[in-house]
């Protein structure tokens, strides 16, 4: 046993320090940004915000919204064949991210699906809840050697050892974050994590000097967290609590003492598990939890607040786009992000 000296730190444990800009206004700045992938040897251009792969965030319904705005959405991994299939010929779904896990119906369900769109297809994600494993790098070669030509999405890891080692299976993203998310509770049932602020900032390090790309995948409750998130040094941004409770979340709404809600629960929770695997196998917990998210509509006003808090925070500071945000970052240390005597603010 040892114990790791150096505090770690998350979102809220900083805030950005505002500096001298010659930005006129928010609407100067340019939050699309252009990516190469050096190992399928593709570009993709857009803004790097992505829905998670989270049955009540990444939907179709989702993938087509977001796309007006040029972002990404990982398409959960319980829509059929034909589902897929069905979508490949639209315009936004160059902008789908394909997920997949380890099993071999997992395998079968990819292998078939590129077998019939595979010119379609620009990314698969291999969503695992602990990317620690031998087995799911010797997964991950298996997948680069078979499809070459797409951008390859991996983790979850929080630490450089490991995305040093995910790179040298072939990963184009990696996926950074475990224990952060908002229906998580892998820390709470095992004590394992990673402050989301100092996983970005040691997997980033890594990563950029070999040519690859950070996805900081949970953690980020208001826009400012975002943009925490891309000043860390993060290239992509997933979320999936900000856009639950929306109409393109395709849940079902339940009224409640006269208001609206949407389940929103987390991928190993018992309410998932219990939807699609016939309930929690005796050898395993949940680790996940199930809420009510109040009712927002359409999600096209949440985006609008999200891109928009991301503009104001590049001006605070002087980046110009968002590819400048980590240079022009200096974080501050704090106690307290917000006066919050009437409230909570959200």
Known sequence: MRIEDGIKLDFKDVLFKPKRSSLISRSNV???????????????????????????????????????????????????????????EEDFFKNCILSMGMNKNDFNKMHNIMSLISDKVNFIC??????????????????????????????????????????????????????????????????????????????????????????????CNVPGDVSKAFGAGADFVMMGGMFAGHDESEGEIIEKDGDKFIKFYGMSSKSAMDKYHGGVANYRSSEGKSVLVKYKGGVDDSVNNILGGVRSSCTYVGAVCLKYLPKCTTFIRCTQQSNEIFGKNT
């Open 30 to 88: 340019e939050l699309k940004r252009k990516f190469y992938f050096r190992n399928c040897k593709k570009t993709w251009e857009g803004v790097p915000i992505i829905a998670s792969n989270m049955d009540t965030v990444g939907t179709i319904s989702m993938a087509r919204e977001l796309y007006k705005h040029n972002m990404l959405t990982c398409l959960h991994k319980f829509y059929s064949i034909e589902d897929i299939v069905s979508i490949s």
């Open 126 to 219: 291999i969503d695992v809840a602990n990317g620690y494993t031998e087995e799911f790098l010797k997964y991950l070669k298996k997948i680069r050697a078979r499809y070459k030509d797409v951008v390859l999405i991996a983790g979850n890891v929080v630490t450089y050892e490991m995305v040093e080692a995910l790179t040298l299976c072939g990963v184009d993203i990696i996926k950074v974050g475990i224990g952060s998310g908002s229906a998580c509770t892998t820390r709470v049932q095992t004590g394992v994590g990673y402050p989301q602020l100092s996983a970005i900032i040691e997997c980033t390090d890594a990563a950029h000097g070999l040519g690859v790309h950070v996805i900081s995948d949970g953690g």
